[in-house]
């Protein structure tokens, strides 16, 4: 199975920052990549998909970039609501494995 | 509108069985493939399963496989899971979600959730 490693595993931001989330692939997976919101107590919400394609109605604050192994999830200027668990997901090889998510709090 | 509604957690003895339903409606079923997903408490999201948008191919989870059975059934716009040999790691929230892309095209992400069913596994 390919391993998804997100870096770091927490991080501590203010509102208005630029923030920056990585995740790594332990195989390449082209830019087969997905991101995610989850909010505590709420099911998992999609980002971007393919690597860098904004989900509908997706604030536009919310970036991807990559390919192969490396991504990364950027969030241009933090708004009060986007403090919350995210995580990447490999959709090349079944079973499409998440990585251990990134939880992102108010500093 | 597009909405999926998971049923059927509950609290169930080690060794016990149990089946999970998802109902879905607002879009066209049977042109998407679906999505388990689970969340042990406090911990990270899990992907167990996949069934494609007509039913023809499953994948499961190497910690589900032999225990755990992805199926659908269009003519009620429903997704199950059947769940067998539980053990205390399967306790979680467990999630159904729909494929973004349509038809074969399972590699898009889930842009559709549930709100997830409780599944307790203890004496």
């Known amino acids: 199975d390919i391993q998804m490693t997100q870096s770091p595993s927490s991080l501590s931001s203010s509102v208005g920052d630029r923030v920056t989330i990585s995740c790594r692939a332990s195989?390449?997976?082209?830019?087969?990549l997905n991101w995610y919101q989850q909010k505590p107590g709420k099911a998992p919400e999609l980002l971007i998909y393919a690597a860098s394609s904004l989900q509908s109605g997706v604030p536009s604050r919310f970036s991807g970039s990559g390919s192969g192994t490396d991504f990364t999830l950027t969030i241009s200027s933090l708004q009060r609501e986007d403090f919350a668990t995210y995580y990447c997901q490999q959709s090349y090889t079944k079973p499409y494995t998440f990585g251990q998510g990134t939880k992102l709090e108010i500093k | 509108q597009v909405q999926l509604v998971e049923s059927g957690g509950g609290v169930v003895q080690p060794g016990r069985s149990l089946r999970l339903s998802c109902a879905a409606s607002?879009?066209?079923?049977?042109?998407?493939?679906m999505y388990w997903v689970r969340q042990a408490p406090g911990k990270g999201l899990e992907w167990v399963a996949l069934?494609?948008?007509?039913?023809?191919?499953?994948y499961h989870a190497d910690s589900v496989k032999g225990r755990f059975t992805i199926s659908r059934d269009s003519s009620q716009n429903t997704v199950y899971l059947q769940m067998s040999s539980l053990s205390a790691e399967d306790t979680a929230v467990y999630y159904c979600a729909r494929s973004l892309g349509k038809h074969a095209a399972d590699y898009f992400g889930m842009d559709v959730w549930g709100q997830g069913t409780t599944v307790t596994v203890s004496s």
């Open positions: 607002g879009f066209t079923f049977s042109s998407y493939a």
């Open positions: 069934i494609s948008y007509d039913g023809s191919e499953k």
């Open positions: 195989q390449p997976i082209s830019r087969y």
